[in-house]
């Protein structure tokens, strides 16, 4: 019988990371990314990465493991979780998989095979047991305003300093991509105002929070706690 590994799943600034802490608590369990821009280092605060407070108080893998100029691709990620995976199972814990990844959670839940000619299929052979917990917000303007404010505290949190370092840096194609950096390329570049580019943060976080729902519902056997 296959073993079982936890999920955590849902958009943006949905309670992801305070939920898996309680799940770890409960389940004896420790917590696998599933972001794709929390894998980078130095990309602490516009990816909404655990703080290191709360990555003591459990064990937390995948996080910090690449430099913002290196790309990595999803076929990379399955195969470095699957190990973390057989890793906690070895020590006898519970692996707790958390994130808002798409293709991430999709191919581990679905064992997806990353072909070289770049076709996708799912795998008859399930690696393990899933079980799926979907987070959001009954209404979806609570979800939007949780997302505004997010980014107003990133902001008092240093968020535009971090962007600087990281922009300034040799970014890759992969972290180029992160959404609370690319937008504030018009403000450094002196083509838009620093509240016109917290604006479109704010913007492309709520639209990219409505992909990740349309995503993760259409993973079966989602069990979604709406708060």
């Known amino acids: 019988m296959p073993k079982k590994v936890f ?16 799940l770890a608590g409960l389940l004896n369990g420790e917590v696998v990314n599933a972001d794709s821009m929390q894998i980078y280092r130095k ?22 493991i690449r430099d913002p100029s290196e790309l990595f691709s999803a076929a990379e990620y399955k195969e470095l979780a699957l190990e973390k995976i057989n890793e906690v199972w070895s020590r006898g814990k519970t692996p707790i998989i958390v994130g808002g990844t798409g293709l991430y959670i999709n191919a581990l839940v679905n064992n997806l095979d990353f072909a070289s000619d770049g076709n996708l299929w799912s795998k008859q052979n399930k690696l393990f047991e899933p079980f799926i917990i979907g987070l959001n917000y009954k209404d979806r303007s609570k979800l939007y305003e949780m997302i505004n404010l997010r980014t107003d505290l ?74």
């Open 154 to 227: 990133m902001m008092k949190a240093g968020l535009l300093k971090e962007v600087q370092n990281v922009l300034s840096a040799r970014v890759g194609i992969t972290a180029s991509q992160a959404i609370g950096y690319k937008e504030f390329a018009g403000f450094f570049a002196g083509e838009m105002s620093l509240c016109d580019a917290v604006a479109l943060v704010k913007k492309n976080s709520r639209n990219y929070a409505k992909r990740q729902i349309t995503w993760f519902r259409k993973l079966p056997n989602v069990h979604w706690i709406c708060r």
């Open 43 to 64: 990309m602490d605060i516009g990816t909404g990465k655990p703080s290191k407070e709360e990555q003591s108080v459990v064990a937390h893998h995948l996080f910090d």
């Open 7 to 22: 999920f955590i799943v849902g958009p943006t600034a949905s309670g992801k990371t305070a939920f898996s802490l309680q």
